[in-house]
């Protein structure tokens, strides 16, 4: 069984080839960067398994885990992460993905999930997947739809209407339309007011 490993994390990918290789049956290489994994898949003997950490460079959320599944006529890829939400892994999934891994998980269910998904099965933790999400008892917060949360969050990082839209996976035309609403609704008349009030709000 070969996978392989693309994490910018150099402890936490060590350890996951570690933790795959003390198996006896698994094959692992690992990189830093999406780059290095798209080349690593066009060069190498076939993988049975790619594991993506959604957020390491160049990898572009769902961008990049479509790029890589349709790589060499096909991939089996599955995504890594530490912070993303719930609707990130249904989209995953729904984009073709092999499987969502947190990295919460416990070394012997991570090995488990690996062997599991490249196997040809497709894995979410049943836990992550039907965990009541945290919803902020928050003034504000209750103004708006999870959508729009979610675009006033790119807005206090600085990005531009475009990137929000590559990060949600819709089309920019839309985060458009969800900043004019949600600016109507929390009385901001642009971006940098918009990004103050959520502050002031304590919303992020």
């Given at each position: ?5 693309a ?9 996951l ?34 594991l993506l ?7 572009n ?11 060499k ?7 890594i ?11 995953a ?14 070394a ?6 690996v ?12 836990d ?6 945290d919803?902020?008892a928050?003034?504000m917060a ?9 675009v ?7 990005k ?5 839209a590559?990060d ?21 008349a ?15």
């Open positions: 069984m070969r996978v392989l490993i994490d910018d994390h150099d402890l936490l990918r060590d350890t080839v570690m933790f795959l290789e003390s198996q006896g049956d698994i094959e692992t290489a690992s990189v830093g960067t999406f780059e290095e994994a798209c080349s690593r898949i066009e060069a190498d003997a076939p993988y049975d398994l790619v950490d959604y957020n390491m460079p160049g990898m959320g769902l961008d990049g885990l479509r790029k890589a599944i349709g790589l006529g096909g991939q089996r890829v599955a995504l992460s530490g912070e993303a939400t719930r609707q990130i892994a249904e989209d999934l729904e984009a073709g993905a092999a499987g969502f891994v947190p990295k919460s998980l416990p012997k269910s991570l090995v488990n999930a062997k599991f998904m490249a196997m040809g099965e497709q894995y979410a933790p049943i992550f997947m039907t965990a009541v999400e919803v902020t928050n003034p209750e103004k708006l739809t999870n959508r729009e949360l979610q006033l969050k790119g807005l206090t990082e600085g531009s209407n475009k990137e929000i590559r949600l996976d819709v089309l920019e035309p839309t985060v458009k339309l969800h900043v004019k609403t949600l600016y109507r609704k929390i009385g901001a642009n971006r940098t007011q918009a990004a103050m009030l959520a502050r002031e709000a304590g919303l992020y």
